[in-house]
Every structure is written in structure tokens, then in C-alpha cells.
């Protein structure tokens, strides 16, 4: 069924007009056209959504005990697959890149329309991480999670300082070279004549970071040495225990993706695209980090897992 035509606003009808010439019907009748112009010239956009996943891998390094796991969370959509035909994901990776995840990468999620794929203006609205961590240590375990963002006026030398978006020889994809200070970044209890340990919990530098989340995440019971007695039979919340933790970290909007690239404007592909923005290419001041901080090493063969889904949503100007 046919919709009927919207009627002209009553201060602009004809007989309004002739008839009120006064200045109150006047600013009715310029408000009223202002209204239409506008809608004439609004902006249209489009939902789309984009989804990345770490397997249910280590958090631990070589290193052991007091050193932090980094992974970026990019706002940027990172050339996503699905956004357009034959493109090919710009990848990211954390500071372990382990072998059985060496990079991570986007895809859209729920569909795409075919003006948003080609559009350059591109807004970044927030996004979810879900993550699920799973203990698999004989003995008492404690850990910290945190989502960081650096201080604006600070963003670009710790960026910079830290190797956030950078590589290595050994691995040259962005991130794997990343790490935070203990001592200037974070800290953590320091035991006399050992390694420092998390067991009393650690804490961000919050004059360098902008701490958006955080979680002290306790794992088994003290004076247990194996995982059996970590594991409570009365337990009735399978989600959050002794040896399973989950949770949901909002992520904050990320602002407008926008392609200035000279290889993305010129060759046979003249028209640049907001989907194409890589990690490196974003703003450092709306960078975010996920921090784990632990006491385990990875050598030992008993671990804490980590793995997460975090989709990502944004408006599209089509």
C-alpha cells in the first residue's frame, strides 16, 4: 500500500502565508523551511559490523612471573574480509605471537550494502570484547586485566616508546614488539630474594594510562598442588570459579576511519575506502590495549588460557 505525500508544514501553506505577515508567523514559516532543507541534505548511513577472535590460547611468557601480556584492539576496520570482493585483511598480532595464532584479523559480521563498501567516511561507535580465561595451574594463581588507553598529551611517545605499533626481525607484524615498563607502566609485588610475582595483585601507571577496565582475577586455592583440588564440587556458577573466568569489556568509540593513502588512491584502484585504515594508521590517542599480568610462565606446561570475541559496530555515510 502506497503512502500519501506528507502535507506542507501549516506555516507554509499558501493561506497561511498571505494571511500572517506578521514577524512571529515570519520565523514559523524560515524555521519550517529550515526543517525541510534539512532534511533535504541529511547524511545517510548504514550499520555494519565487524568481528575478530583470539583462540583459547596462553596469556604466559617465557619470562614468567610479573611480565604482561599486550594485545592492541584496533578501532580501524583493518581492510576487513567481506568488505569488498578479492580484499586482503590488514593484520595485527600481540606481543607472543604464538605459531598456532600468529596474527589477528577482521571480518564483517551481518551483511554489507554496496554503498557502504565504497564509502571513505566511515565512524567507529564502540564495540564488546568477550573473554573467557581457564586455569589449568596446579597451585593458587592471580592475574590482572586491564584495558589501557595513553593519556592524550603522552599518546604518541608511549606508542612510540613502548614499540605498540611496531614489529621485529623474528616477526615484523605490527604489535609483536610491544611491552610495558614494571615499574613505570604497572607494578607488582616484589618478594624478597625472588622474582616479582602478582599474588598481592598489580596496578597501571594512571599518570600514563587511561585504565577503562580492570579485573583481579583470583584462580585456585591456597596450598592446593594439583588442579584437581582447585576444582570445587560445590561450585554452582560455571561461568566464574576457581578455574574459569568470563566477563564483558566495553569498548569506547573509536571516531571517524578515513583513507588518505597514496596506494589507495592511485593505479587501478583510484577510489580510496574507509574500510582499508590498518592498526598502524589509527589514532594513538584512541588506541586501547588489553593487559594481562600474571605469574606464570609458559615453560611449565600448566597455563592460563585466554580467548575472546570482540566485534566491532560503526556508521556508514552512504
Not at 606464570?296 to 559496530?313: E, K, R
Amino acid at each position: 500500500m502506497n503512502k500519501l505525500p506528507k502535507r506542507k508544514p501549516r506555516a507554509l501553506r499558501g493561506k497561511n502565508i498571505k494571511r500572517r505577515t506578521g514577524g512571529k508567523a515570519q520565523s514559523k514559516q524560515i524555521m519550517a523551511l529550515s526543517k525541510q532543507v534539512n532534511s533535504l541534505t541529511r547524511r545517510s548511513y548504514d550499520s555494519c559490523a565487524t568481528k575478530w577472535i583470539r583462540n583459547n590460547l596462553t596469556v604466559e611468557t617465557v619470562a614468567g612471573s610479573g611480565y604482561a601480556y599486550i594485545c592492541p584492539i584496533p578501532y580501524v576496520p583493518c581492510n576487513p574480509t567481506g568488505a569488498a570482493s578479492g580484499n586482503t585483511p590488514t593484520v595485527w598480532t600481540d606481543n607472543l605471537g604464538l605459531a598456532s595464532q600468529p596474527e589477528y584479523s577482521k571480518k564483517i559480521i551481518f551483511g554489507i550494502s554496496q554503498e557502504a563498501q565504497t564509502s571513505n567516511e566511515i565512524y567507529h561507535t564502540g564495540g564488546k570484547l568477550r573473554y573467557q580465561l581457564i586455569n589449568t595451574e596446579p597451585s593458587l594463581t592471580k592475574l590482572g586485566l586491564f584495558l589501557i588507553r595513553p593519556k592524550k598529551k603522552l599518546a604518541d611517545q608511549l606508542i612510540k616508546d613502548r614499540l605498540l605499533k611496531v614489529g621485529s626481525a623474528l616477526n615484523p607484524i605490527l604489535g609483536f614488539a610491544g611491552n610495558l615498563n614494571q615499574g613505570l607502566d604497572y607494578e607488582v609485588h616484589e618478594g624478597t630474594g625472588g622474582p616479582e610475582n602478582t599474588m598481592f595483585g598489580s596496578q597501571i601507571n594512571s599518570k600514563y594510562w587511561d585504565v577503562l577496565y580492570k579485573r583481579e582475577i583470583t584462580f585456585g586455592h591456597a596450598g592446593a598442588s594439583a588442579l584437581t583440588s582447585n576444582v570445587n564440587p560445590a561450585n554452582t556458577t560455571p561461568a566464574n570459579n576457581s578455574i574459569m573466568a568470563t566477563g564483558t569489556i566495553k569498548l569506547p568509540a573509536g571516531g571517524l576511519c578515513k583513507n588518505a593513502a597514496i596506494a589507495s588512491q592511485s593505479g587501478l584502484r583510484p577510489d580510496a575506502t574507509g574500510w582499508e585504515v590498518g592498526y598502524g594508521d589509527q589514532t594513538n590517542e584512541n588506541s586501547c590495549y588489553l593487559v594481562c599480568i600474571n605469574n606464570g610462565s609458559i615453560i611449565d606446561n600448566q597455563t592460563v588460557t585466554l580467548g575472546f570475541m570482540a566485534p566491532d559496530y560503526y556508521k556508514v555515510a552512504v
